[in-house]
Antibody, heavy 116, light 112 residues
Framework: EVQLVESGGGLVQPGRSLKLSCAAS????????MAWVRQAPTKGLEWVAT????????YYRDSVKGRFTISRDNAKSTLYLQMDSLRSEDTATYYC?????????WGQGTLVTVSS | DVVLTQTPPTLSATIGQSVSISCRSS???????????LNWLLQRPGQPPQLLIY???RLESGVPNRFSGSGSGTDFTLKISGVEAEDLGVYYC?????????FGAGTKLELK
């Protein structure tokens, strides 16, 4: 069973940084692409970034390009999202999900609040 | 980016009623590899999304068979044959055929 546990969220001031983690288990992490998806309060789901199984390819939504960096450590079965220059509009619950054409194994998410 | 249009935005149902949700895509979701990466998620109140249906019509493990998916190309439907109380929440279609992944705006299923 795919299990994903996000962590690292919290309250942060605009312009500051935060690093999210996603610990994976129940599958061979190094075989799959991974994604971050976020959900602003009372809003729908929004794709943020994707990384290939080996970390060689990364993709970002336009609004986070140059500010967010997705990465992974296959030895630790862990996915990361480094978020710099945070803005109020980045306030959301961030979920990681296993990719491969199907977003599967959603964790509970971690809440990021950007506010002064 | 591919736009997914879900209808209706809100659905009121009684327990036992059968309901359908439509998801229309701005372009065909048939991938060059022959798969159609159109999936359905359910987000219950206060919970993370969960996968219900993948590749248009395949039921995720553990999901009751009152859920079914159908469609092809640009038109897709999720059907619930006999709504139960635990089915209440917001349903999303999501496509992964064309990068980036995009989501429908959601359909909120509530009790009438």
């Amino acid at each position: 069973e795919v299990q994903l546990v996000e962590s690292g969220g919290g309250l942060v001031q605009p312009g500051r940084s935060l690093k999210l983690s996603c610990a994976a288990s129940g599958f061979t992490f190094s075989n799959y692409g991974m994604a971050w998806v976020r959900q602003a309060p009372t809003k729908g789901l929004e794709w943020v970034a994707t990384i290939s199984y080996d970390g060689s390819s990364t993709y970002y939504r336009d609004s986070v390009k140059g500010r967010f960096t997705i990465s992974r450590d296959n030895a630790k079965s862990t996915l990361y999202l480094q978020m710099d220059s945070l803005r109020s509009e980045d306030t959301a619950t961030y979920y990681c999900a296993r990719h491969g054409g199907i977003l599967r194994g959603w964790g509970q998410g971690t809440l990021v609040t950007v506010s002064s | 980016d591919v736009v997914l249009t879900q209808t209706p935005p809100t659905l009121s149902a009684t327990i036992g009623q059968s309901v359908s949700i439509s998801c229309r895509s701005s372009q065909s979701l048939l991938h060059s590899n022959g798969n159609t990466y159109l999936n359905w998620l359910l987000q219950r109140p206060g919970q993370p999304p969960q996968l219900l249906i993948y590749l248009v019509s395949r039921l995720e493990s553990g999901v009751p068979n009152r859920f079914s998916g159908s469609g092809s190309g640009t038109d897709f439907t999720l059907k619930i044959s006999g709504v139960e109380a635990e089915d209440l929440g917001v349903y999303y279609c999501v496509q992964s055929t064309h990068a980036p992944d995009t989501f429908g705006a959601g359909t909120k299923l509530e009790l009438k």
